[in-house]
């Protein structure tokens, strides 16, 4: 998530287009980074056998 808001915060108006294209991209990478390991920890959890 860290890396999602540092990317965020980093797009203002006065960047060049390929700066902004970088943080937006850090951005993405970030959120689907988030997605892909909080899946994991999902199915991980559910796999697990109960006590």
Known sequence: MALVAVSLLWIT???ASWATA??????????????????????TR???PSR
């Open 13 to 15: 108006q006065g960047m």
């Open 22 to 43: 970088l943080c937006g991209v850090g951005a993405a990478v970030g959120v689907l980074g988030a997605l892909h390991f909080g899946w994991h920890y999902i199915r």
């Open 46 to 48: 559910r796999e697990s």
